[in-house]
């Protein structure tokens, strides 16, 4: 997963989120898995694809 800051929104746009961290968790939780519908394996692919594009540089 990524991770990125809402402070730029927040600071330029005058956007709040909606949800808190919590509460979007716990909405994403009880929607995909709660209901006991997801059975897929989980895709990947689009995160294959950023990591493939970052250069990281090792020692």
């Known amino acids: 997963h990524f991770f990125a800051s809402?402070?730029?929104?927040?600071?330029?746009?005058?956007?709040?989120?909606?949800?808190?961290?919590i509460e979007g968790?716990?909405?994403?939780?009880?929607?995909?898995?709660?209901?006991g519908t997801y059975r897929k394996p989980a895709d990947f692919s689009t995160d294959d694809m950023i990591l493939n594009r970052?250069?990281?540089?090792?020692?």
């Open 6 to 21: 809402i402070e730029k929104a927040t600071r330029e746009l005058g956007w709040s989120p909606e949800f808190d961290l």
């Open 25 to 35: 968790l716990a909405d994403s939780y009880n929607l995909d898995f709660g209901r």
């Open 54 to 59: 970052t250069l990281v540089l090792q020692s």
